[in-house]
């Protein structure tokens, strides 16, 4: 009999134990695919959510602001090496107003790749979601939609290309 409530604690501490470590996990930790995202397209009409993500292609999100000089960078970096991301889908996403997302969209000429789609965030989902700290914030996606990593702050190409396993 000892044995066994000896072995039933033990057992139940150890499922408090996990329950508490599972508690401690961010969202996108504990759901690490896609999140179930409702963005605003630049049409300010119509939404971009999941179910509209290419079929078999990686992805890269990322969460801007349009007046970060860092964002900034990186996007203009990202325009010059367009060519080594023809295979990856990009989804650029930020919670500044729609002008400035606009703004930023002609800035850059982002509307001219095919495999761009710059929203906006008008229920800051993702800020929660990822819990977010600094900008840039990159999450990254394979092929299935599972989640590689994430990194915030600036990257540089090299790095971002490493991610999804190309040079």
Do not use: W
Request: charged share 20%; net charge positive; with cysteine.
């Amino acid at each position: 009999m000892k044995r066994f409530v000896f072995a039933a604690m033990l057992v139940f501490i150890s499922a408090m134990a996990s329950a508490q470590a599972d508690s401690l996990l961010l969202p996108y930790q504990k759901f690490p695919t896609f999140p179930p995202v409702k963005l605003l397209l630049p049409d300010s009409t119509s939404f971009y959510t999941k179910d509209n993500l290419p079929k078999k292609k990686p992805v890269m999100l990322v969460v801007f602001n349009p007046q970060c000089e860092h964002c900034q960078h990186e996007t203009e970096e990202l325009v010059q090496h367009m060519d080594q991301f023809k295979n990856i889908h990009i989804v650029m996403t930020t919670s500044s107003p729609f002008s400035d997302m606009k703004a930023f969209i002609v800035r850059y000429g982002l509307e001219r790749f095919d495999n761009i789609v710059v929203t906006q965030d008008t229920h800051f989902f993702l800020m929660s979601f990822y819990m977010l700290h600094n900008l840039p914030f990159h999450a990254f996606y394979n092929k299935k939609k599972e989640l590689l990593s994430v990194a915030e702050g600036s990257m540089t190409i090299e790095k971002i290309l490493a991610v999804f396993g190309q040079k």
